[in-house]
Each structure stands twice: as C-alpha cells, then as structure tokens.
C-alpha cells in the first residue's frame, strides 16, 4: 500500500495528540503504522480515534507545528492477519459450507432446492401453493390465535377473536350466491349422509329434527313451560286479551281495528292531531323537533331544554308580539311591542306597541360606507335654531297606548320642526296607517343636533368679524 499524506497535521512537542486537517485516518492507516512527523522523526500510531485524531508513542519531540507535513507508513503485518484470518474462517466454516453443495449458490433459496422462493412469509406461503387456493391442506390439527382476514373474496374463512369477545368466528364471503353455512356427518366411506343443519345468510337456521332432553321446555329456556296453547299463553303472563281479535281498552288494548277507531277509542279524536290536556318532557336534554313540508332531514325547527332553565329554539321565531314586565320576576302589563327593522329608512327600528306606532329607536351609526352621494350642506342654521320653539308639556292620554302623565318634559312640537326643516322629524301631522291606528311623529335627533353645529359655526364667524372689528376701534 502507498503511504498516505493527504492534508496536514497540527504537533506540539512532547504531546502524543496529532490533529488532522483535512485527513481520513481511519480508512487509511491502522494502529501499528509508521507516522513520520513533521520534525522527519519517526513514531507508531497507538490509536485513531477519528479521520482527524490519532495518538503516537512515543510523544512528539521536534517542535511545535500547526500546520506541518506528515506521512502513514503502513507496514506488511497486514498481510500476515490477513492470512490468518482467513485460515480460521475456513477451518470453522469451510467443511459446512462443502455440505451445502450447489444449494450455498443461492441468494434466495427456490424450492426444487428445497427452500421456499421468498424472503417473506406471504410470499413464501403463495409459492408453496398454502394461499390462493391451489391446493389441499391437511394435517393433524390447526389452532387459530387471531382476527379472520382478507374475507373480501369469496371464500370460508375462520379465525379467534374477531368480535373481540374470545370466540371463534366463521365468515362465509358467499359471493353472487346464497351463502350460508351447512353441517352435516358421513359414514366411514363417505357413500351416505346424514340430516343436513343450515345456517342462511338471511339468518334463519333450519334443522331436520329439534330433541330436547326435558319437555316442555322450561321458560329459563326459551321455551313455555306448557304443551297447550292456553297453558302457555298462562304461563308467559298474557292472560285471556292474547286470544282478543280486537283487544278492549279494558284490557290494556284500544278498542280499535284501524288508527281512527283507535286514536278515538284512547280520546285522542278521530284525526291524526293528538289533543292532550298535558305534555310533559323528561330527558337529559329534552326537545321537540319540527319537519316542515315533512322535510326529511334532522328538523326543520327545534325547540330544545339545552341547559337548566333555558329554552332554546334553533330557529326563527315569529310572533305578533312580545309580552314583557317589569324585572325578571315582577308583574306583566297589558301590552305587548314588536320591533321592525325599517328598511327604506335605514337607520331606525320602528316601535309598536300593540297595533300603534310610537316611534323608531335611532341608531347613531354614521359610517362612511354606509352612506352614498355625500355632499356638503349648507342652510340658515342660526335662523333655523332661532325659529324653533321650546316648550314644556305634560303627557296626554291619546290612543290606546298613550296615557295622561304628570311629569313636566321640556321639548320640541314634531310638526312645528318639521316646517322649520323638514328633514328634522319623520311623519305626517295627524297621520293614521291604513287600518286607522295612529301614527306618531317623531323628531330626528341627528338632524337637530347638525342644525345646532351650523349655528354655532355661523355664530363663529360672526364672533371672528367682531374681534376683528373690536381689535380695529382699539388701534
């Protein structure tokens, strides 16, 4: 072998260390090579711990160099292992591997040699002809210790555990046939045959002759107890109503040969609408489900007791109104109110207390995309502020809603406003809806409110032109 001087080494004197830059030591020189250093000096390598670490006896003894030549010597007691190592591996394996004959020539031993032809185990059992149905097995006996599988092709399959209860299970896959399963014993040279018991794929097993080793069959056994049909209609409990071509209410039936007869014999009337006096749920989450238009899915509408005190509808809910009271426990008055989102007004939601308008909830949304064709807007604000007149009142009783109230409210008249500007209240002066129910009018707040900004505003300029004009007098 050439000596190996790939890369260079780092010594320090008196260190037995030699670190290898660029090196592969470990496929390049063994313990017992020559390492002639970067002083010229000779040394044996006692160790390699890596492709850039070994060890040398003795220490290093020129000086210190990081990055100086070297060589690996390597010495002919190679060959001399290597001869022996290989005299012992034939004198342990050389007559056994003699015995195999031309079978030892085989990665994969094939089965005219006697092997199997496989490397794994379902193959192995596919050469051998034990899968697929090739050919027949018998032997003395065969246990099954797990789950049947691959019953996905036609076919008697059995296996343990299956159900995961500890029992044997027997899986016919009967294909495009009937199925089933059939039992039955032969004599000694299979030339007769016995009664044949079936089991059909539709479950039903059917036997030639049932012997039973005590008659009647006792009740613990499935059977009656009797040998007459009275005798066990007695002892099965059902008394004389099992011999009743039309079972009387009076014995626990309905009276009835057809659903209306029936439902009206119980007093649930002749139609198929149940009237009952009382309906009382009892469940963890007791509901009632609603199928509109006889829909077949889940519910249309569910009225459900989800959680303690709580009923919720998943649903829309529609009413003619909304009875409330005072607080959660006080008392109810005697009006009910709907609220209706006012689509061509957006911006407000219309109150009614029973069939009278009174009014609309304002909401001060003010977002620019909500809004379209914005322009400034000008008016005599100040005029406008002067022109409208404060009042006070007291609450007139007017309607079927409205009542007399003692209480002094400071204000504004809805139709006086709206003749200063009309976009500062809604309606019409003495204005009823198409049934005669009356409907009021009501001032808009965002409207009055702007009015006002206008006037101070103007006001401002008119306080800038006096300073202006004061500060002018002074000079």
């Known amino acids: 072998m050439p000596w190996y001087k790939t890369g260079t080494v780092s010594v ?45 006896s003795p220490n290093y003894q020129g000086a210190t160099n990081g990055a100086g030549g070297y060589a690996l010597a390597p010495l002919q007691g190679y060959v001399q292992a290597s001869a022996d190592a290989l005299r012992a591996l034939v004198l342990q394996y050389g007559q056994k591997l003699a015995a195999l004959g031309t079978t030892g020539n085989y990665d994969i031993l094939p089965i005219a040699k ?4 496989a490397t794994d185990g379902a193959t192995a059992l596919v050469n051998l002809g034990l899968r697929g149905g090739a ?27 299956g159900n995961g209860d500890g029992g044997a299970n027997y899986i016919c896959n009967r294909g495009g046939a009937g199925g089933g399963h059939s039992w039955w014993s032969v004599n000694s040279d299979n030339t007769a045959a016995g009664p044949v018991m079936t089991y059909s794929y539709a479950g039903v097993l059917s036997v030639a002759q049932l012997s039973v080793t005590a008659s009647p069959i006792a009740i613990s056994s499935g059977g009656t107890s009797a040998n007459t049909a009275a005798g ?5 409990g059902l008394g004389s109503a099992a011999i009743e071509n039309t079972v009387p209410i009076t014995k626990g039936g309905t009276g009835g040969t057809d659903g209306p007869s029936a439902r009206s014999g119980i007093g649930l009337g002749t139609t198929d609408v149940a009237t009952f006096r009382a309906l009382e749920l009892t469940h963890t989450t007791p509901w ?13 509408v569910r009225l459900i007791n989800d959680s303690a005190g709580t009923l919720t509808l998943d649903g829309r809910l529609a009413s003619k109104g909304t009875w409330c009271r005072t607080g ?13 989102w006012n689509t061509s007004n957006s911006g407000y939601v219309d109150v009614y207390i029973d069939a009278s308008y009174v009014g609309a909830l304002t909401l001060l949304q003010s977002d620019y995309r909500v809004k379209r064709q914005v322009e400034e807007f000008s008016a005599p604000f100040l005029e406008r502020v002067n022109a409208y007149r404060i009042v006070t009142f007291k609450r007139a009783a007017y309607g079927e809603v409205f009542k007399d109230g003692e209480n002094l409210i400071q204000g504004l008249i809805a139709h006086e ?10 309606g019409k002066k003495d204005d009823v809806d198409a049934n005669g129910n009356i409907w009021i009018q009501q ?25 202006a004009e004061l500060d002018a007098l002074k000079a």
């Open 135 to 161: 050919n027949d097995l018998l032997v003395k006996s065969i246990g099954f210790r797990g789950t049947p599988v691959g019953y996905n092709i036609q076919g008697l399959y059995m296996g343990w555990n």
């Open 12 to 56: 320090t004197q008196n260190s037995n260390a030699v670190i290898g830059i660029g090196t592969a030591f470990i496929a390049n020189s063994r313990v017992g090579d020559g390492f002639r250093g970067p002083d010229g000096g000779w040394y044996e390598v006692t160790n390699i711990a890596s492709d850039t670490a070994m060890s040398i």
């Open 114 to 117: 006697g092997g199997t032809g």
């Open 288 to 300: 009632i489900d609603f199928h509109f238009n006889n829909t077949a899915a889940d519910y249309d």
């Open 443 to 467: 001032l808009d707040s965002i409207a009055l409110i702007t009015d006002a900004f206008g006037a101070i505003k103007e006001l401002s300029v008119q306080v800038k032109k006096l300073r």
């Open 328 to 340: 959660l426990n006080g008392s109810r008055g005697a009006n009910i109110y709907n609220l209706n």
């Open 232 to 236: 066990a209609r007695t002892n099965l």
């Open 417 to 426: 406003v709206q003749e200063i500007n009309p976009l500062a209240a809604t």
